[in-house]
């Protein structure tokens, strides 16, 4: 039993205001649409919109997020009135999206409780008629009141139920009560009436708190914004309204409402909002900041860079909401399970109401009344609720450690990973080379060739001779003019200074001028194994002086790839570099194995081959950028994007994007998906031994509707407390 049960249909809801056709979207065979359903958040619901559209022409696809109460339905052009008439024939009320594209909160429907408490009333009134010997006939009354006060919406559902062939808790429910007042189970009937209400009360409540893990994301960015006016005042406007390039200031304190680039001034922005970074990010000009962050010290005016509705902030939502609509394997397991359960229980029933009084001897009243008891016990809403809930608190509480998970399939199935492999630069790597050493080789000064050497490289735009050109400009070296400048493609650069020819160039360039010797060779070789990457500047008859360049492995890096080693993945790196650069950076971290001299497409034969050698239980994970490693990340079973925030790219193309650079992150994902998956066996195992339990006492005629009615309460209850512990941990 769940809050499937808790909604109620408001006819007050004016039809003009549902129908405009806003928010469709086109598709590759009709248009989609989402519709907001508050009445649909069990699959009691979806059973029965599913049965209904199965036989129209005019529907092509269906799609629903019970959560959050959303069906998107493909169809023709002109057919969505047609499919929102059909919708309300059901007794629901379908609403569209506004005119911004907005649908409307999902909200449980609240239930009066005043009749709900005088139906208690009246029920523990019908127990003292029973107590106290009083006329029979009083107690049946006040009975029959209680259960009209509480129950008419359960019936009406009940019915509808029945009528349309999908059997759920409430055509559960209403037979036993109903059966109950017939066998003369006054009191009885009306408590377990009273309860089930109160139930579904407490468990909406409880539901409502995974439901409202997407409004507490959506309340991280502030509504309004301090936007600079074309006559250089400010003033406070609605951040829905503020355009692209427009200027925002941003106070000590406040939290930044869109997306955008710092024009003036400087601050330290805590990011944790987005990227569960625990300590606040320095910002000054030309970095970005981003909608839901929170200044933290210092005052500075940025530059809008997207809408509000396409700030990294939404799309990490519409992210979240849609993954939220990808079942999980156990979800669509239980969803089976259930489809088969009930009406298994309600055969079972009925022969239990046969049979021993046919074959047995036994008394038709008393099992009558455990069939009864059977119904009550028999709502697989405990098993079928547990689910959802519990992965889209997994999915929320990914979200808040900066961790955007693309679907409730990756969730679960991230326990499994048993290889992960990573690209090197900007995962492991900042992807920022840095000057290690430099050495004079022949007769020029180590100063004077160092000069020469920072004159080349700063004409260049290769992350090599950027390295070296950074390294000269922070010891103040003067630069000499260069003349004649030519970059030689794969090799280096050459160019005329004071009327000498000069190359800053590889191994290789060096080789094909045939100034390479043994010794040279072997010295470059050396630093090579050491992860470096070695240029040399000469002149038209000598080596002059040898740099070499290193990228910085990320101090993130190492611990990240201990805590997976702990985990039991192993690991792999690939990379373009050499192999020697390779094996050297796979040293420094702890990395199982690397692959150099990797182009990608020799990238996606190293996943592809992993994939085929691992059993079918386990899975691969490939962690890049999103864009250079596109084929590698689609082939592997789960994809990492680095430093997805504000990329759309790795947004869209990643199952599960890290929102900043931190590899540590993937070993927090592992375990919170180990997390989920024990907390989905342990409501499945719980929920079902229950049901047995009570399927065994009610046969040796033990059970009661008062035991049934509280165990079922009781074991739903559990089993969403349960799965809502996650956010938590």
């Known amino acids: ?278 300590l606040p990010v320095d910002k000054g000009v030309g970095d970005a900041v981003f909608a839901g962050t929170i200044n933290q010290s210092g005052s500075f005016d940025y530059q809008v860079t997207v809408a509000a509705s396409n700030s990294t902030l939404a799309r990490i939502i519409h992210a979240v909401e849609e993954a939220q609509g990808v079942k999980a394997p156990t979800q669509r397991f239980v969803d089976k399970f259930a489809q088969i359960y009930t009406p298994a229980v309600l055969v079972i029933a009925l022969l239990v109401a046969v049979i021993p009084p046919l074959l047995m001897a036994g008394t038709w009243f008393d099992w009558i009344y455990n069939a009864l008891v059977l119904l009550v016990i028999a709502c697989p809403c405990a098993l079928v609720i547990s689910t959802p809930v519990t992965v889209v608190s997994g999915l929320a509480a990914a979200a808040r450690k900066g961790i955007l998970i693309k679907g409730g399939v990756y969730l679960e199935q991230g326990r499994l990973l048993s290889t992960l492999a990573l690209d090197k630069t900007g995962t492991l790597t900042y992807g920022k080379p840095v000057q290690t050493e430099m050495t004079a080789l022949g007769t020029m000064p180590l100063g004077e060739a160092q000069s020469l050497a920072i004159s080349l490289a700063a004409r260049s735009d290769h992350p090599v001779s950027q390295a070296i050109a950074t ?145 079918k239980q386990q899975k691969i994970g490939m962690v890049g950028d999103g864009i250079n490693d596109a084929p590698a990340l689609a082939r592997a079973d789960i994809s990492f994007a680095m430093g997805a925030m504000g990329t759309d790219t790795a947004l869209e193309t990643a199952d599960v994007a890290l929102m900043d650079d931190d590899l540590c992150k993937i070993p927090i994902f592992i375990r919170l998906s180990q997390r989920t998956h024990r907390i989905l066996r342990q409501n499945i195992t719980f929920a079902l031994l229950i049901k047995l339990l009570f399927l065994v006492i009610t046969l040796f005629g033990i059970g009661t509707m008062w035991m049934a009615v509280f165990a079922d309460v009781g074991t739903s209850l559990l089993v969403v407390m349960n799965g809502l512990r996650l956010p938590r941990k």
């Open 471 to 615: 390294f000269g400009s922070e010891q103040h070296v003067a630069l000499a003019t260069v003349e004649n400048f030519t970059a030689l493609l794969g090799r280096g650069v050459q160019g005329q200074i004071n009327g000498t020819d000069y190359v800053l160039g590889n191994i290789r360039l060096i080789e094909e001028r045939k100034q390479a010797t043994n010794e040279l060779q072997s010295q470059i070789e050396q630093l090579e194994k050491q992860g470096k990457s070695v240029v040399l500047l000469t002149d038209n008859h000598q080596v002059l002086a040898l740099f070499a360049v290193a990228d910085t492995v990320k101090e993130s890096s190492r611990q990240a790839i201990a805590e997976l080693h702990t985990l039991g993945v192993k690991t792999l790196m690939l990379t373009g570099d050499n192999q020697h650069t390779a094996n050297a950076i796979a040293a420094q971290i702890g990395i199982d194995q690397a692959l150099g001299n990797q182009l990608p497409e020799d990238k996606l034969k190293a996943i592809q081959s992993a994939v085929e050698q691992q059993p």
């Open 1 to 278: 039993m769940t809050n499937c049960c808790s909604h109620q249909h408001n006819p007050s809801q004016k039809q003009a205001q549902l129908e405009p056709l806003t928010q469709a979207k086109s598709v590759a065979n009709g248009v989609q649409t989402a519709i907001r359903i508050q009445q649909m958040d069990c699959p009691t619901e979806e059973g029965i919109i599913r049965k209904k559209f199965a036989t129209m022409s005019e529907v092509q696809a269906l799609e629903f997020n019970l959560i959050q109460r959303v069906l998107t339905v493909t169809h023709g052009e002109q057919d969505l009135p047609t499919i929102l008439e059909a919708i309300r024939s059901l007794g629901f009320e379908p609403e569209l999206p506004d005119a911004g594209g907005k649908l409307a909160k999902a909200e449980t429907p609240q239930k009066p409780l005043l009749p709900l408490v005088i139906a208690g009333v009246l029920a523990l009134g019908s127990e003292a008629v029973t107590w106290f010997g009083l006329p029979h006939w009083a107690g049946a009354i006040l009975a029959v009141v209680a259960v009209l006060l509480c129950g008419l919406d359960t019936y009406k559902k009940g019915w509808l139920s029945i009528r349309t062939g999908s059997l759920n808790i409430n055509a559960l429910m209403s037979i036993a009560v109903t059966g109950g007042l017939l066998i003369g189970q006054w009191p009885e009937a009306a408590m377990v009436m009273v309860l089930f209400t109160l139930a579904e009360v407490i468990e909406a409540k409880s539901l409502d708190r995974a439901r409202n893990a997407i409004a507490e994301l959506m309340a991280l960015a502030p509504d309004t914004a301090t936007v600079q006016q074309p006559d250089g005042s400010w003033q406070e406007v609605a951040a829905d309204s503020v355009s692209v390039d427009d200027v925002v200031r941003v106070k000590p304190g406040e939290r930044i409402a869109l997306d955008g680039k710092i024009t003036q001034g400087q601050s330290a922005v805590n990011q944790a909002p987005i990227t569960g970074e625990s």
